[in-house]
């Protein structure tokens, strides 16, 4: 779930208090709140926020930042209430173990997002040589479009380059928010899955407050789009295993190579 907007006036507690006991009643592995916590970056907003997270029952949680957050000096707050904002955790699965990992993509007042080259070779580094079970990716700013948004100007800066590693690294599912729109994309064997805004009525069109539910074996996955408090419907489902007919000539691969120079 993402985009959570504490502090906005058009946050609604009770979709937030109906998500997570929802999500509580799923037990499930891992949550991932996918940025936003808060509307302006305030010290009080991320005190609510978590307030409010801390009723999840789960032993494994993980918050990234998302633009708002980053308002007002707000990743000061965001450190000291929901930790680094970079980092990688491991966690057991049914089919073994799952690397997680959660990048911010926020640059202080800017609504527009970026990974940045200093990241790219620790990346790198953690998802390569992981064989235990899923690569997951937690993210703020989406990776690629979201339709029925309008005109995208928040994209990742360096999507391209981003969308390239992701491939390279086999990496399973990549979970953003921000355009408070769900959609799943699934390209290049990497499964893109962005989540509404859950529980503010910051919406776009006819899409109501919303997040998703993740269920995946070693054969499938499933996305469902649920409403705080109403309905599920299926969003997407695929399988595990990366279905591409794509095919890269290696000595291309220098184009999008972060470690060698392209000539
Ligand atoms: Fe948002
Ligand atoms: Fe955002």
């Avoid at 997570?20 to 609510?48: H, K, Q």
């Avoid at 680094?84 to 699965?93: F, G, I, L």
């Avoid at 469902?224 to 489902?237: D, H, I, R, V, Y």
């Amino acid at each position: 779930m993402s985009d959570i907007h504490v502090g906005s006036g058009l946050f609604r507690e009770e979709l937030l208090l109906a998500a997570i006991e929802e999500t509580n009643s799923l037990r499930p592995d891992l949550v991932a709140i996918a940025g936003d916590l808060t509307m302006e970056g305030y010290r009080w907003e991320f005190e609510e926020a978590k307030g409010y997270l801390d009723r999840l029952e789960c032993p494994n949680i993980v918050y990234a930042m998302g633009n708002h957050d980053a308002k007002s000096v707000g990743y000061r707050h965001f450190e000291e209430f929901f930790g680094r904002r970079t980092h990688s955790v491991t966690m057991a699965v049914p089919e073994g173990e799952a690397k997680v990992v959660t990048l911010d993509s926020t640059k202080p007042d800017l609504d527009e997002g970026e990974i940045g080259r200093e990241y790219y070779a620790w990346l790198d580094s953690e998802f390569r040589d992981w064989n235990r079970g899923p690569r997951i990716l937690i993210v703020h700013h989406h990776v690629l479009a979201v339709p029925g948004t309008g005109r995208d100007v928040n994209i990742l800066l360096d999507a391209g380059d981003v969308m390239a590693m992701l491939r390279e690294l086999k990496v399973d599912l990549v979970l953003s928010g921000h355009r408070h729109v769900p959609y799943v994309w699934s390209i290049s064997g990497v499964r893109i899955v962005h989540s509404g805004t859950v529980s503010s009525l910051r919406v776009r069109g006819t899409m109501p407050p919303s997040y998703n539910v993740i269920e995946f074996d070693e054969e499938n996955v499933e996305v469902k789009l649920k409403q705080p408090g109403g309905t599920e419907e299926p969003l997407a489902s695929f399988s595990r295993k990366p279905v591409t007919t794509s095919k890269f000539h290696p000595a291309l691969e220098r184009f999008v190579s972060y470690e060698d120079l392209p000539f």
